[in-house]
């Protein structure tokens, strides 16, 4: 945990958040600011603060937004560290501190779209969300902060693409092939096609994504895997035929794969097949000057 002081609560302060004491309880107020009056309250003293079991700080009012990762698996959750260094917090789960939220300042000339996956999904049961109306605790009883710097300051839209990569690559670690140098080198490449065909994921972002899929199944031939997605980017140029899609690599696996549809491009590269009806189509004038055949 971590612990409530006066230093920390200064610290915050300085950091621009807007701070509140959140409640720690067995029922539905569990995590929501304390309020006065039944209305939220944005001038806490200090006094107040440390008497808390958990402080949060306001989105809006400290122009802070929050990517919050609530993945049950926790699988998406290993993948927090690739999104840009800035203020992180977590907790203990099973003895273990796993990183929960990432918290950055909002630039005052940029809008906020929100993002989440799934969208479709009812409360508390997204893997990843960003959140920037109500608040995030901070410190307390049940919070622990792993990267302890003032949050950085990114434009949101800067960051969907990896988010997107978070829900994807979540979906596919689940699915990934065990140990197996002929079933992950075939898959790898219909990865690195799928990646290079349906989506315009930048190759540096790619690039970090499939080497730590490696790491996270325990594959020893990082660069081999790393390699392939700029070789499949070249084949692309070349002759796109030659390269897997999305749909390549979810036969491979035998699975369905709807998050990749949150990186899929909106260029569809399927033929269409024309087939013969036997009809004749006509413009107006012809039509009017065709000599038909009479019904029998």
């Known amino acids: 945990m971590t612990s409530l002081n006066i230093e920390n609560v200064q610290k915050f ?13 067995l029922d539905k107020d ?20 440390l008497e ?22 926790f699988r998406a959750h290993k993948f927090i560290d690739l999104l840009p260094s800035t203020l992180t917090i977590g907790k203990k789960v099973n003895g273990k501190v796993i990183a929960t939220h990432k918290i950055y300042k909002k630039p005052n000339d940029v809008k906020f779209k929100p993002y989440s996956y799934p969208k479709s999904a009812g409360k508390g049961e997204t893997i990843i969300e960003t959140l920037s109306s109500t608040q995030t605790i901070i410190a307390g009883v049940d919070r622990v902060i792993i990267n302890d710097v003032e949050p950085l300051s990114l434009d949101p839209s800067l960051l969907e693409p990896q988010l997107r990569m978070v829900a994807a690559f979540s979906e596919l670690l689940k699915h990934w092939p065990e140990k197996d140098k002929g079933l992950r080198d075939n898959a790898h490449l219909r990865l690195a096609g799928a990646l290079a065909r ?5 190759l540096e972002i790619k ?16 660069k081999n895997r790393v390699n392939k997605l700029l070789y499949q980017e ?22 369905n794969l709807p998050a990749f549809d949150e990186i899929k491009n909106n260029v569809e590269k399927t033929e269409v097949e024309i087939t013969a009806t036997g009809l004749e189509f006509l413009n107006g004038l012809d039509f009017m000057i065709k000599d038909f055949p009479k019904p029998e």
Not at 13 to 25: E, I, M, N, S
Not at 36 to 48: A, L, N, P, V
Not at 207 to 222: P, Q, Y
Request: aromatic share 12%.
């Open 13 to 25: 302060r300085d950091y621009g958040f807007v701070l509140t004491p959140v409640q720690k309880t």
């Open 30 to 49: 569990d995590k929501k600011p304390k309020t006065k009056k039944g209305k939220w309250f944005y001038d806490w003293s200090d006094k107040e603060l």
């Open 52 to 73: 808390a079991n958990r402080i949060g700080a306001y989105h809006k009012e400290s122009n802070i937004y929050d990517i919050d990762f609530d993945d049950k698996s």
């Open 198 to 202: 349906d989506t315009d994921i930048a």
């Open 207 to 222: 690039e970090k994504f499939v080497e730590r899929l490696c790491h996270l199944t325990g594959d020893t031939e990082i």
């Open 234 to 255: 070249l084949a692309m140029q070349k002759n796109p035929d030659d390269v897997y899609s999305i749909k390549g690599l979810s036969d491979f696996l035998n699975v």
